[in-house]
Antibody, heavy 121, light 107 residues
């Protein structure tokens, strides 16, 4: 079955960087687009970024554009999120998630358990 | 970016009640909308995709519909395990955008 396991969260000072990883299993590498979605404490869900199945296309929320970079290593079935210039408002649980469609974009059908990023001095 | 509004923001209901939640998109998104259920401390779960399609394993008491830019999630007979927060997500174009959520709790 599909499994998504995030790692790399923690406490970081404002302005610093952090890299999140997501180990994916249970489906063919490079067959689905992959997303990052976050949720600030007590708040709603916010879509963050997506990378296409072949890694050629990437899209970002305006709130993270220019600071966050999504990437993937299809040979290892690993999704990454490089987060630079972190701000207090980036504090959230970050979910790795799989797009439902094969070689397209659609709903998000599988989610990891999330990893908490806390930006604080 | 496409804006998603959702109503109500919260509702109180009893087991067995019929519950309806609505999302409205700020522009035409065709049928490119999904509904998600989230329980406290857990990841969201996909309930409906393409406005009205159920993924395997989702109970048939959940249904979705569309009228123009208005989308509705209906729970035909609320069960104890359905008390949760529900979100819509437009997947028509990027950036994808979520509705603000509807919390369903026990009356």
């Amino acid at each position: 079955q599909v499994q998504l396991v995030e790692s790399g969260g923690g406490v970081v000072q404002p302005g610093r960087s952090l890299r999140l990883s997501c180990a994916a299993s249970g489906f063919t590498p490079g067959s689905h687009a992959m997303h990052w979605v976050r949720q600030a404490p007590g708040k709603g869900l916010e879509w963050v970024a997506v990378i296409s199945d072949d890694g050629s296309d990437k899209y970002y929320a305006d709130s993270v554009k220019g600071r966050f970079t999504i990437s993937s290593d299809s040979s290892k079935n690993t999704l990454l999120l490089q987060m630079n210039s972190l701000r207090a408002e980036d504090t959230a649980v970050y979910y790795c998630a799989r797009d439902r469609a094969l070689h397209d974009y659609d709903a998000i059908d599988h989610w990891g358990q999330g990893t908490l990023v806390s930006v604080s001095s | 970016a496409i804006q998603m509004t959702q109503s109500p923001s919260s509702l109180s209901a009893s087991v067995g009640d019929r519950v309806t939640i609505t999302c409205r998109a700020s522009q035409d998104i065709r049928n490119d909308l999904g509904w998600y259920q989230q329980k406290p401390g857990k990841a969201p779960k996909l309930l409906i995709y393409a406005a009205s399609s159920l993924p395997g394993g989702v109970p048939s008491r959940f249904s979705g519909s569309r009228s123009g830019t208005d989308f509705t999630l209906t729970i035909s007979s609320l069960q104890p395990e359905d008390f949760a927060t529900y979100y819509c997500l437009q997947d028509y174009n990027f950036p994808f955008t979520f509705g603000p959520g509807t919390k369903v709790d026990l009356k």
